[in-house]
């Protein structure tokens, strides 16, 4: 059996698991708090050298770290990954786009605005930071106005790497109520097979 190490209130993570649950595939969670530095023991960076989490131990032994390189791996042979060349590259496009324009301002904001303390000086950064997001959120609405879902072909796991941190943009103080395409595919991931909410 596979073994995820991951962090329940992560996105990155909670992409991982939603994906093992839509497979249907049993898994094994070793819950790591990075936030308390259980990312950061001489044990952990042995297993990924990064220093973060989620990370995917196969059967074998093999690891591999980066929550999209293991939605494409586990997704791999399933609906969720076309084997179409064009939509495979469609679908790597979205991941990549989460990975560089969107996480790094949805998700840090989210991280700042729960996480440290309210005098923080991290807390400085958040004006930039809903900057940034709300332009990965332009993107986005403007996309859903043509699709259902971000790949041609339907449901994907650029749906699932998008929805990680989207679901959660309110914490991090965005307001979603100009995007009402975004609050409809988020309803539609919500209404896939076997969809799990994120619990933490
Ligand atoms: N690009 C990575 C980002 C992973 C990441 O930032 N993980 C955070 C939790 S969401 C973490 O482990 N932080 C702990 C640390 O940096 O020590 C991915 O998509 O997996």
């Not at 995820?4 to 209130?9: E, S, T």
């Not at 999209?68 to 042979?77: F, Q, S, T, V």
């Not at 469609?90 to 560089?100: M, P, V």
Request: hydrophobic share 40%; glycine share 6%.
């Amino acid at each position: 059996m596979k073994t995820v190490y991951g962090m329940k209130a992560s996105g990155n993570c909670y992409k991982v698991q939603l994906l093992l649950e839509q497979l249907g595939e049993p898994y094994r969670w070793i819950e790591i708090d990075s936030v308390n530095g259980e990312t950061r023991t001489p044990e952990y960076l042995a297993k990924n050298p990064n220093g973060k989490v989620p990370l995917l131990e196969l059967e074998d032994g093999r690891l591999l770290p980066e929550s999209n390189a293991i939605l494409c791996y586990l997704a791999e042979g399933s609906p969720y990954l076309s084997t179409d060349r064009w939509l495979r590259a469609q679908t790597q496009q979205w991941l990549f786009f989460e990975q560089y324009s969107h996480e790094p301002y949805i998700a840090v904001a989210r991280f700042v605005a729960k996480w440290l303390p309210a005098d923080h000086p991290r807390q400085a950064e958040l004006p930039k930071l809903r900057e940034r997001g709300y332009q990965a959120l332009d993107v986005m609405e403007k996309h859903l106005a043509k699709h259902e879902f971000f790949v041609e072909s339907g449901y994907s796991i650029a749906d699932i790497a998008l929805y990680a941190y989207t679901h959660e943009a309110a914490i991090g103080g965005f307001d979603l109520a100009g995007y009402p395409r975004i609050r409809a595919w988020l309803a539609r991931v919500e209404a896939q097979p076997r969809f799990v909410a994120q619990a933490y």
